[in-house]
């Protein structure tokens, strides 16, 4: 019987044993459970990276190679090289390695969320990491474990209240977006447009909207530095009254200074720019005066992703959403930082 002021997932969980059970009047079967992650003295630990061209990529891949080798346990690793398809056929490599349990971050929300459905079904639960997939299709605590990661839309909304005290509330901007379809990017762009639309909800409420703050271009350049040059080089020659750009990350950023700075622009002064990670790369950029603020989003999930698991394997509760605070660098604490962080 099922104590009725047990929460769904505690229910779910208690009944890892292989019956059904019955949640609200309704015969949920074993199959719909998160499988359960016996007790052992070892782990065999599927990792299916998206890919290794970024240092944020690469920082996240060692934190959980360290982690994994802290605890004695067997990564597997696999890379998807920015490939979402490529990505889609490791995850279902793994799963027919039969690793013990699957730690990934997926590609693209959409693309990736019948994977874990797969892993399921196989009967290895899944803890994603760093990007979430579309709850539609698969719902952390009922198809997966949890999402551990940031909050996405408030890292946009930080970049926005930055970037409006920066600019007076007046800008043309150039908007350089993640990869399309990613978590990050869909979030990033949504946080930055309903604070600068006086439409954000959370706390502090946001003052605007701002209409002086104009989106006057907005581009995927795949979170990658060559892509932000690129599409920043373009988008230069369309619209030179560019007096601002937000970069959904670091190294886009980076791409679009080195591309005002070849098109004889001043960045850091007749262009500010925000972005978003906290990479080392970017903290030299607003020591020396180029990029004005970064927001972080930290990659070292290591730490983080193998307690989590550790908790589940205990049978503790664990929220759907385990929550990373980051933190902000603009020119005030970005020397203190300079070399510690990706
Ligand atoms: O999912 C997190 C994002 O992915 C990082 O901000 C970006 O640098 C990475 O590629």
């Known amino acids: 019987m099922v104590d009725r002021r047990m929460t769904r997932r505690t229910a779910l969980k208690l009944s ?16 719909a459970q998160i499988p359960p992650l016996p007790k052992k003295d070892t782990y065999t630990v599927g990792f299916a990276q998206t890919g ?7 920082g996240e891949s060692k934190s959980m190679q360290d982690e994994a080798k802290r605890l004695g346990y067997t990564l597997v690793e696999t890379n998807a090289n920015e490939d979402t398809a490529k990505q889609i056929a490791d995850v ?3 799963i027919a390695q039969k690793v013990d349990i699957l730690i990934f971050p997926p590609r693209e929300s ?15 639960p899944v803890i994603l990491i760093d990007r979430d997939v579309d709850h539609s299709i698969a719902k952390p605590g009922e198809d997966y474990i949890t999402f551990i990661g940031s909050d996405f839309v408030d890292q946009g909304r930080r970049a926005a209240e930055w970037l409006v005290k920066a600019t007076n509330g007046k800008a043309k901007i150039i908007e350089l977006e993640g990869t399309t379809g990613a978590d990050p990017a869909i979030e990033r762009k949504k946080g930055f447009d309903e604070y600068l639309q006086g439409s954000f909800k959370g706390t502090p409420t946001p003052e605007g909207p701002y209409p002086d703050m104009e989106i006057i271009a907005s581009q995927t350049g795949n979170f990658l530095r060559d892509t932000g040059r690129e599409v920043m080089q373009t988008l230069l020659q369309a619209h030179p009254d560019v007096t601002a750009v937000y970069a959904h990350n670091d190294e886009m950023a980076i791409g679009a200074i080195a591309a005002l700075q070849e098109a004889g622009r001043k960045p850091g002064e007749d262009v500010i720019l925000v972005s978003i990670d906290g990479e080392n790369a970017a903290l030299d950029a607003i020591v020396d005066g180029t990029l004005g603020a970064t927001v972080e989003s930290s990659p070292f999930f290591g730490p983080i992703a193998f307690k989590t698991m550790q908790q589940y394997i205990d049978g503790e509760d664990i929220p759907d959403w385990v929550k990373v605070e980051d933190r902000f660098f603009d020119k005030s604490n970005a020397a203190e930082f300079q070399g510690k962080q990706f």
Do not use: E
């Open 16 to 31: 890892a044993a292989g019956a059904g059970l019955l949640v609200a009047g309704r015969y949920v079967p074993a199959a």
């Open 52 to 58: 290794s061209n970024n240092p944020w990529r690469l």
């Open 92 to 94: 279902d490599s793994l």
């Open 110 to 124: 959409q693309a990736l969320a019948p994977s874990v459905l797969k892993a399921k079904a196989a009967g290895i």
